[in-house]
DNA sequence: ACACGGACCTGAAGGC
DNA sequence: TGCCTTCAGGTCCGTG
């Protein structure tokens, strides 16, 4: 999504925004409008699963798709018209008109998205943002830090994934996907993949490598042109056939901490 | 300090 | 057809 929006945004201006109601789980910032006309886009970074716009301003454009929030970009007309109506529904939220004439719209229908405008000197200790553990893509996020967030926490291993202060950007689907990928349970206590002293242990390495290239494989999918919905290999596939070679097990569905976990009984443990 | 359950919203799907 | 319940990719807050 960054990727795709970087594209619209980064090095554009901001020529009008449409702000479309007064709220989504919060109010959106005051003067939001605004504070955002006129501004240059210079930057666009992810950090979890924040969106981060760095405006000319020096304020940050801090925004959260929660469960249901998408972006989609229009394009201006052949013609070179900019269109006077561009195609909406009732939970487009916001339009970002862009100098170019392109259009970025924010739709949510459960409006749990977040948008804040943070001053660029108060970022790093954004409350949002300053709890978080460490992108699972970086090079810092490895064996061992794995390993010793988890290994004095009294939860499962699914919800230690979830935990977005043990490793930053995991939700429901991928933290059950890395599971099977790493064949282990998501029942598993998280101290598990720790020794006594907070050393990883061989699991710990496995689910790292997992995380590690489940989400670059989905990066991957769903920036190429075109791209379908994702093949989860056990995410919403209860009851059907483990799909790793070898295995005759079947994909079940359990819930932990209010939250469904899919997995192979067989090849997960 | 930590872990859990419920709250926040709307819409889709399935049972009766 | 319509009414009911359950579930959905995420945080945040109160409680124990």
Redesign the pocket.
Known sequence: MRRRLATSMVGGRIAAVDLRRPDL?RPFPRRFVERLTGQMVTALERR???LLATLSSEETLLM?????GSFRVIRDQADGRKRRNPPSD??DHVVFHMATGRAVVFND????G?MELVPAGRLPRH??LSKLGPEPLSADFDAAVLALACH?????LK?AL???RVVAG????YASEALHVAGLSPRRL?SSLATISGAPRESAHRLVSAIKRVLEDAIARLAAPGHR??PFLV??RAGQRCSRSECDGVIR?R?Q????TFFCSVCQH
């Open positions: 789980r979890a699963k924040y959260h798709l929660g469960m249901s009732p939970h229908p459960r409006r749990f977040i409350p949002v004095r926490k009294k939860t499962s919800a979830m935990d977005q995991l939700g429901n689907i998280a919905g994702a995410y919403d569905r819930v901490a209010g939250r469904s």
